[in-house]
């Protein structure tokens, strides 16, 4: 079984296992480019594609981070505006209208660090807001967290948030996590962001509760980057890539034992993603900010 957290992904497999079949009913895909980077987006409009694709309904947008990768001239801002133009239209107009921003993971576990480590960038301005209006009162309101994982805390990720939001009373919620892809060659190279929330866990075998409008009541956007493979959708795929369709899958499994494979200099790049995701999300949050605006705030 081919295990992806990516909505792109895993419409490109129905495509590979049905290919005379064109494009899934209930599923539209188009491609286009922002700041010089390429975007994708799928949108599952019914029950019937979100069976065939294994997603629920809504809207995935996918950017890939080549040229933030190969440190292309100005690539960081460019990558940061192409990210907030993606996440703007998803947001509640108007700075009266306050987030809360999770970060979903576990910090001392580089691969599942991605969450907690965006909220470190992340510009909690709910606070200053209250306290100095005078000088904050043109932001949005925003809080931040990284509520930890039930291992650590024994709560439930969505136990906490709930506590939390049912005293903000935010207007929207955007949590970010972690994600499992398929191939090695999109991990902490492409960032997805969707409107339909996440189940903390979901791309390898985790069963947590959802993070989504149906809990909360309000829109919940996902944001996440794939920082692992799991090693038996890696085995399949490079088999099947090889022409060797006739697998014993199951013999694979066992062989697997579960395990997950990331790239050594995970550390660096988890730390150079998460720090974009969450200048990407101050500049969609908060008007006529700029980069430098933010290192200010964050210093």
Known sequence: M?????AAEAAELYRESMPEAGEPDGVRSKTYRREGYVVTKVDITTNDGAALIGKPCGSYVTVELDGFIRREENAFPRACRALADELRPLLPEGKDAAVLVAGIGNERITPDAVGPLTVRSTMATRHMIARMPEYFGGFRSVAAVSPGVLGSTGIETVEILRGIAEHMQPSAMI??????SRRMARVCRTVQISDTGLAPGSG????????????????????????????LTLTLDTLRGAGMDDVEEERLRAASAGMIVTPKDIDARVADVSKLLGYALNLALHENLSIEDIDLYLS
Do not use: E, K, M, Q
Request: net charge negative; proline share 8%.
């Open 2 to 6: 081919i295990r992806t957290d990516l």
């Open 175 to 180: 949590v970010v996590d972690a994600l499992a």
């Open 204 to 231: 390898l075998g985790g069963d947590s509760a959802p993070v989504n409008r149906d809990t909360f009541g309000v829109p919940v956007l996902a944001v996440g980057v794939p920082t692992v493979v799991d090693s």
